[in-house]
């Protein structure tokens, strides 16, 4: 997927006013996806992922840190100055959309790594 088109769908998604708001949002989304997962994980993302986009994904760090869904949208809306109920609107229109642009089996590693509430944030059934 080219980034016009992610962020475009982000953007209807998401109802942002621009473009610009809409790779905001997936930045600060992805950069906090990034935290999360392995980085091995996160180089097979952003592998599928059209540029600037892929450069969130990529951190200079160790291992991926482990926590809930609630810190990670607390981490989003720390990142985008929203509230935590906007932080799961926005995670939900970013990650919905990077569940479009990669493929279903990078997805369902991806998911393997999260707890299941993540799930939901996907566009996926809550497996708890």
Known sequence: MQLAEFLTRVRDRGEYRSQEEAEHVSTAVLWTLATRITQEEADELAAQLPSPLDEALHLDRGCCESFDREEFLRRVAQQTGARPRTAEWDAS???????????GGQVDELLAQLPNSYAELFGRADLS
């Not at 919905?96 to 990669?102: E, M, S």
Request: hydrophobic share 65%.
């Open 93 to 103: 229109a970013v990650l919905c959309t990077l569940a479009d642009a990669v493929s």
